[in-house]
């Protein structure tokens, strides 16, 4: 049985993280208020980003910035934006 969360992101309770995929504090509290759905709604704006604009995951600005990305996306409801991306219409 799924472990259940009450999810920051999707405002609701979800099934959680099976296990606490970052490290430090902002991985605990992702483990404990973010579900698997959200997560994975995040992973494919984080590999857009990562894409898009260039990332080095090796630099640690670039893995600063994309946590910021990060905690504004999951937390803070703040979309993430991504130049030259339009998303798709629901009627397409």
Do not use: H
């Not at 992702?30 to 992973?43: H, K, P, R, T, V």
């Not at 494919?44 to 504004?72: P, Y």
């Amino acid at each position: 049985m799924a472990r259940k969360v009450n999810c920051q992101y999707l405002k609701k309770e979800a099934d959680g993280l099976a296990f606490q995929l970052y490290p430090g504090e902002l991985g605990k509290r992702i483990f404990d208020n973010i579900s698997q759905e959200a997560w994975s709604l995040w992973q494919a704006k984080q590999t857009m980003l990562i894409n898009e604009k260039k990332l080095n995951m090796m630099n640690v600005d670039d893995r600063k910035f994309l946590e910021e990305q990060m905690v504004n996306f999951l937390f803070e409801g703040k979309e993430v934006e991504i130049e030259g991306y339009v998303p798709q219409k629901d009627d397409e």
